[in-house]
């Protein structure tokens, strides 16, 4: 018998017998997809979802790109009624204590223990706030929770100016919301550039003289170092000793990784929690999913910890294939996606290690892509208002394919024709 099928003759047997009780430890996208993607794979035993916040499930891209209050129960992740007519249990505003391996047991805050026979750590990140003095003068502005989005939706009628601490996917969306709303709006980059960690030059570029145009002033090279009271304001002065006179101070300069729970259970965390390919931690009982697991991922070189939807629904999908006969490792190519004022921003595979960028179109038509190479090879594509442009290049990077250059930069090349074609010539792997 060969180790594809001896794996999946083991992995069956335990979905059918051995493997009754899946404990999840978060209730984000991925805890969520995990739960019904087990019961679509015929899963019978307990689901049992563990979330910190009361609220049923949600989804969190709205809370920056798009949000209003009214609209809290088109974002839920699935209806209430889901998880009754799936039969998974939901324990919200629960929180998981500690983990003790070797009775397999979750041992909740409150004392109770929940064995498990597969537990799973979905437990996301939460805002990075960094040590400021006086940054509790006020109460500094976030957007991670639904709480969060609430309170930004209570008190933005109060404000005249807002000061962003980071000059990312969050603070920028933020400051668009702003801006559409005639509040004024200060970003504070300690970087050179917009999004440096995951943009090019050029397309940095662009989204800086899109926000400078909607009237952002950008503060580069700066960060926050301490803030006051100036009357009923807040007084918040920046590391080359420039003052602002704000309303609000919000901060939005990344995330860190929920692993305590995982560290303090000895399992191996690195800036989230390590996981092999198949997504297991170091306990072959325990995996981790989502913004919170660090991976090995084939469209980069080495681990990665990656802060999306895409993955989280994939990473979820895939486990639940493990842990129902038919375990595979993780391949998904990532991809992400902003909506910034009138730009819509999607960006297919990882664009860290790229030595060549060619341009399709012209940035002052706001509808264009950056597609970056590595030698002759195409690892990423950017993209502003060219939904075409992505879904070709998902297509392209999932399967390993390139456009050639002088092809990428003709606009009048018909690239999805092109995708198409490729993709069918390409030869199967060997088995």
């Not at 060219?386 to 018909?414: C, I, Q, Y």
Request: hydrophobic share 45%; glycine share 8%; with cysteine.
């Amino acid at each position: 018998m060969s180790s594809k099928n001896t794996a999946h003759t083991e992995g069956a047997a335990v979905s059918q017998g051995r493997l009754e009780r899946v404990v999840i430890v978060g209730s984000g996208q991925a805890a969520v997809e995990l739960a019904a993607s087990l019961r679509q794979r015929g899963f019978t035993g307990s689901i049992i979802l563990i979330g910190e916040e009361r609220n049923l499930p949600y989804q969190k891209p709205p809370l920056s790109k798009d949000f209003h209050p009214a609209s809290k129960a088109a974002m839920l992740l699935r209806a209430e009624s889901f998880y009754a007519a799936n039969s998974v249990e939901l324990r919200l505003g629960a929180v998981a204590e500690r983990i003790d391996r070797v009775a397999r047991v979750v041992v909740m805050a409150d004392g109770t223990p929940l064995p498990y026979d597969h537990l799973v750590l979905a437990t996301g990140a939460r805002n990075r706030v960094p040590d400021i003095p006086g940054v509790s003068v006020g109460t500094p502005l976030e957007l991670r929770t639904l709480a969060h989005a609430h309170n930004l939706a209570a008190r933005i009628a109060e404000f005249r100016h807002v000061t962003i601490a980071g000059g990312g996917f969050i603070g920028l969306e933020v400051a668009s919301l702003l801006r559409s709303r005639e509040i004024e709006v200060d970003v504070i980059e300690a970087a050179d550039r917009l999004m440096g960690r995951v943009l090019s030059p050029v397309m940095s570029d662009y989204f800086r003289q899109l926000h400078t145009k909607a009237g952002v002033r950008l503060r580069f090279r700066n960060t926050v170092k301490s803030v006051g009271k100036d009357a009923a304001r807040e007084l918040v002065t920046l590391a080359d000793g420039t003052t602002i006179n704000t309303d609000a101070i919000m901060m939005a300069i990344g995330v860190l990784p929920n692993d305590a729970l995982a560290a303090a259970a000895g399992l191996k965390v690195d800036n989230g929690i390590v996981v092999d390919a198949e997504l297991r931690t170091s306990d072959p009982a325990i995996s981790a999913i989502g913004d919170c697991a660090v991976h090995p991922n084939p469209f980069c070189s080495g681990l990665i910890r990656l802060e999306s939807v895409q993955n989280a629904i994939d990473q979820a999908r895939c486990l639940a294939a493990g842990l129902t006969g038919w375990p595979s490792p993780y391949h998904s190519l990532p991809w992400f996606w902003s909506n910034q004022g009138s730009a819509r921003l999607q960006i297919a595979g990882l664009a860290a290690d790229t030595d060549g960028a060619v341009l399709r179109g012209e940035p002052g038509s706001d509808a264009f892509s950056i597609f970056l190479y590595k030698g002759e090879r195409l690892i990423a594509v950017e993209s502003v208002n060219k939904p075409s442009d992505h879904m070709v290049a998902r297509r392209l990077l999932s399967v390993g394919l390139s456009v050639p250059k002088s092809m990428a930069a003709d606009t009048g090349a018909d690239l999805k024709q092109f995708a198409g074609a490729a993709v069918v010539r390409k030869p199967s792997p060997v088995t």
